[in-house]
């Protein structure tokens, strides 16, 4: 059960490293490493409006897509971590938890009626067309080196040894799920978190019309999916001794603000791409964890 | 033929502007452009008996001549617009303030949404004494299957200025946009009739309020020509760099505003400190940051100093460095040229047809420039190059902008190593009666242009004002066509127009 909990408590501090790296690129100071802390604590008193347009949908958006993800952390191990719930076929779960997360705030998005939320949804669908894919053939691959079907054995068989036998096909896969982590978590070079053009927004168009508790729930599962995404990413990386939890936790959340720090980075030195180039990257992260995929049937 | 031809700010009484037929006056204009002239002001002229006279200035770029000619349409005549695109927008603007009906207009709508000038003679019958309501109106629409709607506005998202965008788009891709402004609207070119009185210097500073020193030069310029004044030459030199001074500062902010829109944080957040240093500058030679209170009919409010000198060139050059370690950045960033290149391309005949001005005009390959092509003051004396490229894109447009920051450092450091001496003011006395001049001047947006009329009393008669945004509104709108919806912001942004420059 650490995992899990450490999940929800510290998720939220990755935002606040991203900006840090970002700010400290940009030579500002900005904002505390707590700030998302502070931000949720004000959301959390605050008290909500909504549009006569909207229904039930609108406000069950949020929650769901939070449930979603506190659900997909049952099943998600953290390096050799073990989840705390592990079963055979437990990554199709985790793939489609992570997909019903993305419907309900698409459909909360279309509830409002706004052309710009309607805009964002339309995006966000059609590149999760290409991410969903690319995501369930890169598990499929790690599933086939590890000869299991659930998350659990399959990142636990994990060992430096291991890197040095099947390299290229891990770092196929890393370099995919690293796409993906951007893409899904609404990262540059695929949308701009920090944007307020409404026309260029994907993910923060979606969740315009969001306020209060409900946008605290949005934030907090946006920062949730960032671990859990990149739960996915650093468990590939090399870890501590099975027989140590605590160690390995400790060195999981190392990787994870490691990640943090180089997405920082990476939006430091580049730009968005065109948004008819994103189905582009995302086929590329598809076809480097499909060739992981054929290197593990050789 | 029966055009009148004068110089840049050249005082010509009135009267001699020709007033012709309408059926002469659509001939010599059209023959005018075709002769490679561009519009630069079309405006009604209020006569007696509550008639309107319709005055045309056209400039001739490689002759540096400008041409006038005037005509009395009764209350409608044959519209320009069908036969000279870069007149449309200058006749709904006529038909908004006097009510005279262009026949044949493509897309008569009004501008601005006021009440006409005239009581009771409006161009689309409406009547009742409160203002229409901006932008309650029909826009062009596209049908078919898949076709869908878009607005934008007048509320955005970031702290702009108010306008209606309205895309007609198939999935990401824009068909058309119609951009409706006027919400910024407040009565300026009203205003200025019967001045000049205190107030007006106030009025034409704020009229753009980021080309304050652009605005307030044109008008300086143009009141000093009908009273007869020599600005002293100290002066004029001043003039120039806190007109250049405001190009570098704008200029930087728009290199630093299209990183943003792309999402490139070194360029984004260095231009945005560094446009800062050049208002300092700006605000070291006057106090105010905009450069509000510096030029006065006659000369400029405030002289400089050996030591103030020596500041501003030490601050010029440290700023300078770091503007070009800023903006190199980004042509050597592949990310971010794939942003700029083929988006949102104005071609070189589009550009001349709308009639557009300044770093839009000039990074569609169009040479044109006020302080090459009709120079004042101290720029009839030191020249800059114009600083055209070919492309017509976001990325010509961002690097015309880089060209044109290099130019600006080069031509201030010539100016301060050798300021003349002498005075900075010399009395301006009143404007002389029933004359008429056109001021031109380069303001970092582009040609800004005014033409003052004074009456028998010697107090202005008519003050038109055309912003460069004017000019160039059009322009962006077409540069979105066929263009993804989502690089509507980064388009916008390499032209960067003003709304209330349009709205007045």
Request: aromatic letters at 8%; charged letters at 20%; a neutral charge.
């Amino acid at each position: 059960m650490l995992h899990p909990v450490l999940a929800v408590l510290v998720a939220p501090l990755l935002p606040g490293v991203i900006n840090r790296t970002k700010a400290y690129f940009a030579g500002r100071q900005g904002p505390p490493l707590l700030q998302a802390y502070c931000d949720l604590a004000k959301l959390f008193r605050k008290g909500a409006t909504y549009s006569r347009t909207t229904t039930w949908i609108f406000r069950a958006g949020p929650i769901v897509n939070f449930a979603c993800l506190l659900a997909a952390l049952a099943v998600l191990p953290l390096g050799r971590v073990a989840a705390p719930l592990p079963f055979a076929g437990d990554w199709i779960l985790l793939a489609y938890l992570l997909g019903l997360g993305r419907f309900c705030t698409v459909i909360a998005a279309l509830d409002t009626g706004s052309s710009f939320e309607g805009m964002g949804a339309s995006r966000e669908v059609q590149f999760a067309a290409f991410a969903e894919p690319a995501l369930l053939v890169g598990l499929a691959a790690l599933a086939r080196r590890a000869q299991e079907l659930s998350l659990t054995p399959m990142y636990a068989g994990l060992s430096g040894a291991e890197w040095a036998q099947a390299m290229p096909m891990l770092a196929m896969v890393a370099t995919g799920f690293f796409v993906l982590y951007l893409a899904e978590n609404c990262r540059i070079p695929v949308d701009d978190p920090n944007t307020h053009l409404e026309l260029t927004m994907i993910h923060e168009a979606m969740v315009l019309d969001h306020g209060s508790v409900d946008f605290g729930f949005v934030q907090w599962g946006a920062a949730l999916k960032l671990w859990v995404l990149g739960a996915l990413l650093v468990g590939l990386f090399p870890s501590a001794p099975a027989d140590r939890p605590l160690a390995n936790l400790a060195v999981g959340l190392g990787w994870m603000l490691a990640l943090a720090v180089a997405t920082g980075v990476a939006e430091s030195s580049m730009a968005r791409i065109r948004l008819l180039r994103v189905p582009q990257l995302l086929v590329g992260a598809g076809v480097l964890c499909a060739l992981g995929l054929l290197l593990g049937f050789r | 033929m029966s055009i009148l031809a004068f110089r840049h700010l050249e005082k010509i009484p009135s009267d001699q502007i020709p007033a012709v037929s309408i059926d002469a006056f659509r001939r010599d204009v059209l023959g005018a452009i075709a002769e490679g002239c561009r519009l630069v002001a079309f405006y009604g002229m209020p006569r007696a008996n509550a008639a309107v006279r319709l005055v045309a200035v056209l400039a001739h770029d490689r002759s540096g001549e400008l041409r006038a000619v005037a005509a009395d349409p009764g209350e409608s005549y044959p519209a320009l617009a069908p036969d000279c695109p870069q007149a449309a927008g200058f006749e709904r603007e006529i038909a908004e303030q006097w009510g005279v009906q262009p026949r044949g207009h493509p897309w008569l709508k009004p501008l601005r949404f006021h009440r006409s000038y005239r009581p009771s003679r409006d161009a689309w019958g409406r009547t009742g004494p409160e203002s229409p309501p901006p932008s309650v109106l029909d826009f062009f629409r596209v049908e078919g299957e898949g076709i869908h709607e878009v607005a934008v506005g007048p509320v955005h998202a970031g702290i702009i200025e108010p306008g209606h965008f309205r895309f007609q788009c198939h999935g990401e891709q824009v068909l058309h946009l119609e951009i409706s402004l006027g919400y910024q609207h407040r009565g300026v070119e009203r205003a200025l009739v019967g001045g000049p009185h205190p107030r007006t210097i106030h009025h034409v500073e704020t009229l753009a309020g980021d080309t304050t020193i652009g605005h307030a030069l044109a008008y300086a310029q143009a009141v000093e020509s009908l009273a007869g004044c020599r600005v002293p030459a100290r002066a004029q030199a001043l003039r120039a760099v806190a007109l250049e001074l405001e190009r570098l500062a704008n200029h930087t902010g728009d290199l630093g505003a299209l990183a943003g829109d792309v999402g490139y944080l070194p360029t984004s957040s260095f231009c945005g400190r560094l446009r800062g240093d050049f208002l300092n500058m700006t605000a070291l030679l006057c106090g105010s940051r905009f450069g509000r209170g510096f030029v006065r009919p006659g000369g400029v409010a405030f002289d400089v100093d050996a030591a103030l000198l020596a500041d501003l060139r030490g601050r010029l050059e440290a700023t300078f460095r770091d503007v070009g370690g800023a903006v190199n950045l980004l042509w050597d960033t592949p990310s971010v040229m794939a942003r700029f290149e083929n988006t949102g391309a104005v071609s070189p005949e589009t550009a001349a047809a709308l009639g557009l001005v300044g770093p839009a005009a000039r990074a569609s390959g169009r040479e044109i420039d006020v302080r090459r092509d009709f120079p004042s003051g101290i720029y009839r004396f030191a020249q800059l190059p114009v600083s055209a490229v070919a492309g017509g894109d976001v990325f010509a447009r961002a690097y015309v902008r880089w060209l044109e920051i290099q130019r600006s450092v080069e031509f201030i450091r010539g100016q301060t190593a050798s300021l003349p001496g002498g005075a900075v003011r010399a009395p301006c006395g009143p404007p002389a009666p029933d004359a008429t001049v056109v001021s031109l001047q380069e303001g970092w947006r582009g040609e800004i242009a005014h033409v003052a009329t004074t009456g028998a009393d010697g107090r202005f008669a008519r003050y038109k004002v055309v912003d460069p945004s004017f000019r160039n509104w059009p322009g962006l709108a077409l540069a979105l066509r066929n263009q993804e919806i989502s690089d509507f912001p980064l388009c916008n942004k390499s032209f960067n127009l003003s709304y209330c420059g349009h709205d007045l």
